[in-house]
């Protein structure tokens, strides 16, 4: 008898043991609908809570199988109700796979096809860890106090209550809250009901559309707003702490007029009848897109007229105009898997720059999309990149593809198909696609499809080419008998010859904007007669009067580098010392030329000599990849050949010379916005470069700030540069800089203020200095939200912040070790290395405290280690480099 028992229960654990260890849930009974209630206690962090939930069973079982995570499952208050009976059927036992994160229920008999209601009355706790259900802390009259927040994707509504917690499993929710009578509580839908009892009261929210679980959303706290309508009467509002609603109208205005330019594009109005968005003080991500009430870093909502930069301006719109893209894509029309998750933020990110571009045309928006793509290109530029559609086996590695290929590259490749298609036909197809998909899911193919009808143009095989493969290719081209030669083979960083392919769209054009041509290169190689594109002969090098140059990729809307033979290379020099080509154009040949260098396929001679043809600029964009660029070279320039440093600084700060001297120190009244952008920009790198004056005058003018601030010397434009000089005069002797910046950061209550100062500590040059930064990173006086800003540590600190890094690698773990924050800590730190002995050191120390949230950051980051070690040896091995340094540092301009 004994036996008999256990070896049912032996087979039925055999049974059970299906599902574990399954990438998905089994589909054969999903949900309809939740109807949650949740009583959350701000005082004790915990919180109790019962779900209803409307289970549609679609094959007979005998068991369901749903997702949940640190929650205490009230065992005997679990139960099975199949419509249409009076019986309720409790299962026979309720297991908790934790690590799976999956509830299993196993009933003694059989559910039957149809509907049924699944109850389960459970409890949490409010967690410190930014995701789940969670805490936040901010001060109301000098009193610390508790908010409660949600925080969902990709897989952490399992930890707020038990559900089916992937986007393709659909339903819709019902939530109701007891929460303290005097707090604001939000849902995604509005209220239908508030009663009070005592000093409770119970919210309960209308039922929302039909939604994924990573987009519902609850905040309780205590909250000021401001409140606007659309055209279409729906209430929007932004929600801040008290005292701060008068920050809140710059981030209202842009959605209200985001969501009227969204149902344009989209041809389909918003779908909720209220929009909400609020500031949280604690806040993992930059910007969530719950549906009807995003919720942000308060960095990414709040303008203060006095104090925020336009940089802080800018980030506000295009974060705001990201997650309202999100409403339609991503909310509405879900991905199916988050194999396909590029489509939610690839998308979005690309969408956020036509809304902001109808908005604040004078930004020029587009010119800066191309941060977007070389970072893209940067991430991809490497061995251990991954295809845009990329296969997820576990929800661990879900957080680690939030990445710049998810986002840049796929907005990259968006752009491209977006220009070979024409902007028309692109949003009419796109509309189509909304329509088609709405309230349900799609996947990468069901995008290509719509665009592929729309068309006419194979855009599935096009596009498989770049979502489906890691990498992108650089085109070679030379000029080779009166004809262009291209050729493509997979840009590597490293330098090594990679062996993909692409169906690559191909512009060019030739002396003139209006002499140009495009086509699909579709096979490795291509040959173009150039006097039949320009009706006339040319030269042996492809020139004649009306062809003086000739550039590949037009305004940079195709996801490839392009390597240029010297003669071609040396006409695009010319061709931008005389100002021929536009921004975008300019941008490209100067970031083609970086990346080139860095992989060794070029020279840093040649690289710096093209930098010299940027002198006179002075669009925003370009220059401030100018800049990047040059805080790079400087900082190999370090390890590959130290005596050359300071002549290299000393062109910098030349070629910097003609825009700071334009831009002066004082905004002029009526200037533009990237202006203002480009002098704090500008300012900086001088102060990076350690300029002399540039650092005299920003310590004057930090004087002036501490003594008053709200002096007219030291706009918030201006203000980090000022940090950053403060910070190169400060050393172990003199820490009266350093002290005065930790002073404005514990007196202001901006946060855009804080990640400032954050930003700016660590470019000190005394690595005890650097020591002490990051140990006051790591203190209570930092939001563990705002620890990685204080990362970007000098080259001086680079060994400091390793040791740093190894010394408190337990404690950081286990603060930031269950969220995307701690990929951060290791690329920040790893990568600026460059010796493969230093590559050895990072991967003996993490070899025995891998983790897989972690791995892919860790090889990617180990890899631009050997990257940058192969990139000194290079330049090691440049004969005349001292020489065309010292050239360049004392030319006259
Ligand atoms: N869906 C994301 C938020 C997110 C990020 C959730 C990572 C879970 C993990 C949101 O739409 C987003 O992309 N936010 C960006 C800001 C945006 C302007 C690029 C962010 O958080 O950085
Ligand atoms: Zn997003």
Redesign the pocket.
């Known amino acids: 008898m004994q036996q008999g028992v256990n070896l049912r229960e032996r087979r039925r654990n055999r049974s059970m043991e299906q599902f574990k260890q399954q990438p998905r849930l089994p589909k054969f009974a999903v949900p309809r609908r939740y109807d949650i209630q949740l009583k959350p206690d701000l005082a004790t962090c915990r919180f109790a809570a019962s779900v209803a939930i409307d289970v549609d069973v679609i094959s007979n079982t005998q068991f369901l199988v749903l997702n949940a995570a640190d929650l205490t499952i009230h065992d005997h208050a679990v139960s099975f109700t199949p419509r249409n009976s009076s019986k309720v059927l409790e299962p026979f036992k309720v297991h908790l796979v934790e690590e799976d994160e999956i509830l299993v229920l196993e009933f003694s008999e059989t559910l039957l096809v149809g509907m049924g209601v699944l109850a389960i009355e459970f409890e949490g706790c409010l967690s410190d860890k930014m995701k789940g259900f969670y805490r936040s802390t901010y001060e109301h009259n000098g009193e610390k106090k508790n908010m409660a927040v949600t925080?969902f994707?990709?897989a952490d509504a399992r930890r707020c209550f038990p559900c089916w917690d992937e986007p393709a499993c659909k339903a819709t929710f019902k939530v109701t809250l007891d929460v303290p009578s005097e707090l604001v509580a939000l849902s995604n839908m509005p209220v239908l009901e508030e009663k009070e009892y005592g000093d409770l009261k119970t919210v309960s929210y209308e039922e929302s559309p039909i939604m994924s679980t990573y987009l519902v959303a609850i905040v309780v706290g205590l909250f000021d707003y401001v409140e606007d309508y659309t055209s279409d009467g729906i209430k929007v509002r932004v929600y801040c702490q008290v005292g701060k609603a008068n920050q809140g109208k710059f981030a209202l205005h842009v959605a209200v007029k985001t969501l009227e330019v969204y149902k344009e594009y989209f041809a389909v109005p918003y779908s909720l009848p209220k929009l909400d968005m609020i500031a949280i003080p604690d806040f993992?991500?930059?910007?969530?897109?719950n549906y009807g009430l995003v919720t942000y870093r308060e960095t990414?909502l709040l303008y203060d007229d006095q104090h925020s930069a336009a940089a802080n301006k800018q980030r506000v719109a295009?974060?705001v105009a990201?997650?309202l893209a999100?409403q339609w894509f991503?909310n509405l029309v879900t991905m199916e898997w988050w194999t396909h998750l590029w489509l939610?933020?690839g998308f979005?990110?690309w969408v956020?720059y036509l809304a902001t571009d109808k908005l604040f045309p004078e930004w020029k928006i587009w010119t800066q999309f191309l941060d977007e793509s070389t970072e893209g290109l940067r991430l991809d530029g490497l061995e251990e990149s991954h295809p845009i559609e990329v296969e997820i086996n576990h929800a661990s590695e879900i957080?680690e593809i939030?990445d710049a290929i998810s986002?840049r590259k796929g907005a990259s490749v968006i752009r491209m198909l977006q220009s070979y298609l024409g902007a028309e036909c692109f949003q009419r197809s796109l509309a189509s696609y909304i329509k088609r998909y709405a309230c349900s899911n799609a996947k990468t193919e069901d995008l290509w499809a719509a665009l592929e009808e729309g068309s006419g143009e194979p855009v599935n095989r096009l596009m498989s080419s770049w979502t489906k493969q890691k990498g992108y290719p650089v085109v070679s081209v030379k000029v080779k008998d009166q004809k262009l030669e291209l050729e493509q083979s997979q840009f590597l960083s490293s330098g090594c010859l990679g062996d993909g392919q692409w169906i690559v769209p191909i512009t060019f054009c030739c002396g003139s904007y209006d002499v140009h041509k495009n086509f699909l290169l579709q096979s490795k190689s291509a040959t173009v007669d150039i006097e039949e594109l320009l009706g006339c002969s040319v030269d042996d090098h492809g020139k004649n009067a009306a062809c003086s140059w000739i550039k590949l990729n037009m305004d940079q809307s195709g996801f490839y580098r392009v390597k240029y033979d010297e003669y071609l290379a040396a006409r695009l020099r010319y061709a931008i010392e005389n100002k021929y080509l536009s921004p975008t154009d300019r941008f490209g040949i100067l970031d083609d030329s970086f990346a080139l260098c860095m992989a060794g396929q070029q020279s840093l001679t040649s690289l710096l000599t093209l930098m010299g043809a940027y002198r006179e600029e002075l669009d925003y964009t370009v220059l401030s990849n100018l800049i990047t660029i040059s805080y790079k070279v400087v900082r190999i320039a370090v390890d590959a050949q130290p005596e050359i440093v300071d002549d290299i600084k000393q062109f910098f700060i030349g070629l910097f010379q003609y825009a700071a001297e334009k831009l002066g120190w004082e905004p002029k009244p009526g200037e533009s916005h990237l202006d203002c952008m480009l002098r704090g920009e500008i300012l900086t790198a001088l102060a990076n470069f350690g300029h002399d004056e540039t650092l005299s005058e920003a310590n004057r003018r930090f004087q002036a700030f501490l003594e008053d601030r709200k002096t007219p010397l030291l706009s918030p434009d201006i203000r980090k540069a000022s940090y950053v000089a403060v910070m190169k005069r400060v050393n172990q002797s003199n820490k009266w800089g350093y002290e005065s910046l930790l002073r404005v950061y514990r007196e202001t209550d901006l946060s855009q203020e804080k990640t400032r100062i954050l930003s700016s500590l660590s470019s000190c040059c005394d690595p005890s200095l650097v020591l002490e930064v990051l140990n006051f990173v790591l203190s209570p006086e930092v939001r563990s939200q705002d620890a990685v800003f204080g990362l970007a540590v000098s080259v001086e600190g680079r060994e400091t912040a390793w040791t740093w890094l190894k010394d408190n690698w337990e404690y950081i773990s286990k603060t930031w070790g269950s969220g995307?924050l701690i990929t951060r800590f290791v690329s920040a730190i790893v990568s600026p290395f460059a010796s493969s002995e230093k590559a050895k050191e990072v991967e003996d120390f993490f070899s025995s405290r891998a983790k897989p949230s972690i791995a892919r950051t860790l090889k990617q980051s180990i890899e631009r280690v050997h990257i940058n070690a192969r990139w000194v040896s290079s330049i090691q091995q440049e004969e005349h480099l001292a020489e065309a340094a010292k050239e360049l540092a004392y030319r006259k301009y």
């Open positions: 925080q994707e990709p993992a991500a930059g910007a969530m897109e990414a295009t974060v990201h997650e999100h991503g939610n933020e979005a990110t956020s957080d939030f986002y995307f």
